[in-house]
Each structure stands twice: as C-alpha cells, then as structure tokens.
C-alpha cells in the first residue's frame, strides 16, 4: 500500500531553521507531483509548495524565498528546506502526492502530518 510518512517537525524559535522529511513508498515520481501544504488551527488546509516530474517548483507567496522543496529521486523522498521561520509559519505540515492513474485520473493523497511549532 502506498505511503507517504512525514519528519523532521519540531519546535524551534522564530528565525530557526528545519527539514522536513518524506519519505514514500509505492509511488512513481515519473507521474507524481509531489507537494507540501499546512493546516492551522480552525482554518482549511493551505498549499505550501510543489516539485513537478520535471523538478520544476512552486511556492506560496507567503514562503517564497524562504522555504525551498526538492526530492531525491533514488531514495523516494521529498524535502522542505525552511528557513527564517516565523511564528505565523506554525501549522502541521502534510506531505501530499498527485499522481495520474491508468484510468487518466489526477488524484491526490496524504501523509499524517508534523507539527511545526515556532515562538518569538
């Protein structure tokens, strides 16, 4: 069964740095974007960033120049490199998958989640 299992999460003072971690199992990265969102308290959950089969990135604007996502093809794990932390960057961190099926349908699929904490 396929999996996607988030780390690297913690609790770090505003200006930190973290890794996150994910690793995944069960996936093709030749067919699967592979991407990062966040959930905060009470509110739905946002897109963070995304790495495309063809290792082209996108990022929210709120973590532009500040977080940076890559994967490692070989070993089938996906990074979100997050530096200057904020406090406003706290959230649980879900590592997600799209991928396309035989049946040409795009699908999009979920790790647990870690949490991020950041203080002043």
């Known amino acids: 069964q396929a999996q996607l299992v988030e780390s690297g999460g913690g609790s770090v003072q505003a200006g930190a740095s973290l890794k996150l971690s994910c690793a995944t199992s069960?996936?093709?990265?030749?067919?699967?974007?592979m991407g990062w969102w966040r959930k905060f308290p009470e509110k739905e959950r946002e897109f963070v960033s995304q790495?495309?089969?063809?290792?082209?990135?996108t990022y929210a604007d709120s973590v532009k120049g500040r977080f940076t996502i890559s994967r490692d093809v070989a070993q089938k794990v996906v990074y979100l490199q997050m530096n200057d932390l904020k406090t406003e960057d706290t959230a649980i961190y879900y590592c997600?998958?799209?991928?396309?099926?035989?049946?040409?349908?795009?699908?999009?699929?979920w790790g647990q989640g870690t949490q991020v904490t950041v203080s002043s």
């Open positions: 997600s998958a799209t991928c396309i099926g035989v049946d040409s349908v795009r699908r999009r699929t």
């Open positions: 069960g996936y093709n990265f030749n067919i699967c974007r």
């Open positions: 790495i495309s089969t063809d290792d082209s990135t």
